[in-house]
């Protein structure tokens, strides 16, 4: 038995000083009590740390073939990055071709983590073309295999994008099979005019990305997909809303009764849309901050702060999307339409979030655990995950709110060979990380021997 004591623990009812007993066997919390009471002589010493649930990132993308390209991490570069930085349970989307069947995609992408990666993991099902046949195997992939969500793109209009009647069917078997559907939400041909008008004027630099896809066409997506979500009476979670429009969307039908989740991702938080202008210098420099929906003005960045806080946004995913700048970014040099979207982040979700939000005061220290590890696993049902409890996973952080360090592609762990955070000035680090029981993460330093993520059982 493994014993972490003096820590302050922050338990669904709040923080408070305990000792938390870690059967390391069953890789599970065997018993809490009051400092002291626990000693077994196998002790973390947890004095002036926080003691907090593993984190959970319900957005991110690893094995991603996307825009004439391939995203740059593996299972063992994304996993020893989350858990550096906190996170011991990601959930992927499998995102196939429009020919390709759901049950080759489910098999090809879970093969790329089994036995690969180093933290918990899970998947949602991406669906991007609908019919007779991929209704009987989305089926499957969910009644036989562990696949509890569904996701659709209504944005990437001609690749991963799906039409109206594939949306109806999607959302009525989700409602069929009592499980989320997670959704871009964007109007793909609204996206598609304006991106040819912004050309043919010569807007070709990053910059154009964010005018390219406006806030009120994010809205418009929400709109149409809660739509679809009311008439068929499915529970939808949108990804990465980026402006108070887009919520203010969801909304308006939540107030009518549809079931719609809200999650934002760090980057719509910490950045806003002058980063795609680059460096005077040089302003193809902005597309290491392009991704989709763009980032926004700073009045809309500030909202989405008071948004969380107000709980109208319930988890802070990533959407890691990792590309380099370098061979792959430059492919939209003089054309902002071809850069491949995405920013590298699931490394500094936490600790970002923590020193903008808690360090700051926007959030307090229960709203920033809830955003980032309990809230997620209570949605997508993961087993175990997301709170410290007897019985859980002991999925395990100590946190230390008080360690300064500055973010750089020169020391962290994820594949890309830019960081978008670089020169970034934060306090808070997970100091020790445990998944399942077992250390991962020591002082800082990833210690983990061996692969032993592990799927994640889900209700
Ligand atoms: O820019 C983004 N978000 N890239 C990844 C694909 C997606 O839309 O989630
Ligand atoms: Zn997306
Ligand atoms: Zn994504």
Not at 182 to 197: F, K, M, P, S, V
Not at 319 to 332: I, L, R, S, T, W
Request: hydrophobic letters at 40%; glycine letters at 8%; aromatic letters at 8%.
């Amino acid at each position: 038995m493994l014993c972490i004591t003096n820590a302050t623990v922050f338990f669904a009812s709040g923080p408070a000083r305990a000792d938390v007993l870690i059967d390391e066997d069953l890789g599970t919390i065997a018993n809490i009590a009051e400092p002291g009471k626990l000693d077994t002589g196998n002790t973390i010493h947890a004095a002036g740390k926080w003691l907090i649930p593993g984190g959970v990132d319900p957005h991110v993308h690893v094995y991603l073939p996307f825009m004439g390209t391939y995203a740059k991490d593996t299972w063992e570069s994304v996993s020893k990055a989350a858990l550096a930085g906190g996170t011991t349970s990601l959930i992927e989307i499998i995102c196939p071709g429009k020919s390709d069947d759901p049950l080759e995609a489910y098999e090809l992408w879970e093969s790329k983590a089994r036995n690969i990666s180093y933290c918990d993991y899970g998947f949602h099902m991406g669906v991007t073309r609908f019919d007779d046949r991929v209704a009987d195997q989305l089926t499957e992939i969910v009644t036989k295999h562990n696949c509890r969500s569904f996701k659709v793109f209504l944005a990437y209009k001609g690749a991963l994008g799906i039409d109206d009647r594939e949306l109806y069917g999607v959302l009525t078997l989700a409602k069929q099979l009592n499980i989320p559907v997670t959704a871009h939400c964007e109007n793909e041909t609204i996206i598609d005019e304006l991106q040819r008008g912004l050309i043919a004027r010569g807007c070709t630099a990053p910059r154009y990305h964010e005018p390219s896809r406006p806030a009120s066409v994010e809205a418009a997506g929400v709109v149409h997909l809660c739509t679809f979500a009311e008439l068929t009476g499915a529970r939808v979670y949108i990804v990465h809303t980026s402006c108070p429009e887009a919520v203010g969307a969801a909304e308006t039908f939540r107030e009518r009764g549809v079931d719609v989740t809200l999650e934002v991702v760090l980057p719509h938080l910490v950045f806003d849309e002058e980063r795609t202008h680059g460096t005077p210098e040089d302003h193809f420099a902005g597309a290491k901050y392009v991704m989709s929906p763009p980032l926004r003005s700073k009045d809309r960045v500030q909202e989405m702060w008071n948004l969380l806080k107000q709980s109208k946004l319930s988890t802070v995913a990533t959407d890691h999307a990792p590309f380099d700048y370098v061979g792959q970014k430059e492919m939209g040099r003089g054309d902002f339409r071809k850069i491949p979207n995405g920013i590298p982040s699931v490394q500094h979700r936490v600790e970002v979030l923590h020193h903008f939000g808690v360090q700051s005061g926007r959030l307090t220290p229960s709203q920033f655990i809830s955003f980032t590890s309990a809230n997620a696993a209570e949605y997508f049902g993961l087993i175990g995950k997301g709170s410290i409890s007897p019985g859980a996973h002991a999925d395990l952080v100590l946190w230390d709110p008080k360690y300064e360090h500055t973010l750089s592609a020169k020391t962290h762990a994820m594949r890309t060979d830019y960081s978008a955070f670089e020169g970034m000035k934060i306090s808070g680090r997970a100091d020790t990380v445990l998944l399942r029981g077992k250390v991962m993460v020591r002082e800082g330093k990833f210690v983990a021997a061996s692969a032993q993520g592990k799927q994640i059982a889900r209700r």
